[in-house]
């Protein structure tokens, strides 16, 4: 699992990412230590990141201000040398709360705590999968669009994916055309038939035929290669590979 810290003293950083990767489940794959930077980062890599350890005191600023900039569903353990946040952390996306200086207990406790969440979760959405809906289930075709005055109709099977970027849901269809969308991923993840389209990660909804082949990925996630230019890599989350690949075969 890919995680990023963000913290600004270089020292506690670099010790924190060592602790962290004594659990061989975990990669620190970035550390950032400002604001700014966190936010450039995440608005073109979110989709690469599972967990996010976060200094809420930063030179420039309480770290709170992420979550003002970009629409983060990103689960985050919170650092901090004060427990004045505490209420504030469990606002954003907080899972946990450690106090600096930090023991190597407290943090492998926290990251215990992340895998049992997820653990759970993936179990769920197993279990969903595999009980049968016995009511019959009706999903949308067709969703709306602006263009200047114009309203456009795009028809489901048009539809290549559904993207978050920059805070916004854009989608591309087969002719290589992208519109944005003013409701969020998880609408059209809700009135979208699961047997032909997928969640492959928290800023990408995927329609089965727009999907080529597939090759092997950093820490076993996997790149999809699709039958439509997309300028970013498109990639499963680590969590969803194996669930992804009998998706892809089964339905």
Known sequence: MNILIVEDEHYTAQLLKEVIEQDTDFAVVKLLASIEETVHFLRKNASIIDLIFLDIELADGHSFEIFKHIDLALPVIFCTAYDEFALKAIKNNGIDYILKPFKDKAIHEALAKYKKLIGTIENKIIHQINVP?????????????????????????????????????????????????????DYFESVCNPKIFYRINRQMLIYKKAITSFEPYLNRKILLHLAIPYSEKVIVSRLKVSDFKKWLEVN
């Open 133 to 185: 809906n016995k009511s019959a289930v009706s999903y949308q075709n067709r969703f709306l669009t602006q263009y200047r005055d114009k309203s456009i109709v795009i028809e489901t099977k048009d539809i290549a994916l559904f993207s978050i970027e920059y805070e916004t849901v854009f989608v591309y269809t087969n002719d290589g055309k992208k519109h944005p969308l003013y409701k969020k991923l």
